[in-house]
Every structure is written in C-alpha cells, then in structure tokens.
Nanobody, 118 residues
C-alpha cells in the first residue's frame, strides 16, 4: 500500500507564497514519478506539476509556469511544490500523487486545501 501524506496548505493573500510537502511512507520513492494535482469546486481535477523519478524532467500546466516549482528529495521520500505569486484562481484542494511518468496518477494523498484570498 502506497501512502502519501501532504502538508503545507492554508490561507494566503494574493501575491503570497506557500510550500506544499508530501511524504511517501514506504520504500521505493525513487522509483515513482511524483505529481501535484488540484481540484477546485465544480471543476475537474487537473495536473499542476509532475517530476520524473530521478528529478531530471518536469512539466507544468500553463497557468502556473513561472510561478510554481516542483522538486523532490529522494533521500527524504519527499516531493515539494513551491507556489509563488499566488492568485485567487489557484484556490483548490491540492493532491499529491505517485506513479508512472508523465501523469504520475496511480496513487493519491488525501489532499490539502489552499485558499488564496484577501
């Protein structure tokens, strides 16, 4: 069983920053591509960013390019999403995921709420 545990969500003002973290609670982290998805109310879940198992390849949805950065630390079984210049439209539940590149959508965390509001 793959268990992913996210942290770091919360309320932030427009223009602010947050860093999400996700820990894989089993061995084999370096075998998986990792991703961050989000789902806003009434919308489909979308892939925000993904990173290959070795960290050499990344991809981002156009709306976050230049603002968000995905990274991973294989020694800590952890993937991060640094979110800068946040906008109200970034408000959503953010889900950590693991799986095959490039979608990394075979296993899911429980989600963490990110709210961007003044």
């Amino acid at each position: 069983q793959v268990q992913l545990v996210e942290s770091g969500g919360g309320l932030v003002q427009p223009g602010g920053s947050l860093r999400l973290s996700c820990v894989l609670s089993r061995s084999g982290f370096s075998l998986y591509a990792m991703g961050w998805y989000r789902q806003a109310p009434g919308k489909q879940r979308e892939l925000v960013a993904a990173i290959s198992n070795g960290g050499f390849s990344t991809n981002y949805v156009d709306s976050v390019k230049g603002r968000f950065t995905i990274s991973r630390d294989n020694a800590k079984n952890t993937v991060y999403l640094q979110m800068n210049s946040l906008k109200p439209e970034d408000t959503a539940v953010y889900y950590c995921s693991a799986g095959l590149w490039p979608r990394a959508n075979d296993f899911w965390g429980q989600g963490t709420q990110v709210t961007v509001s003044s």
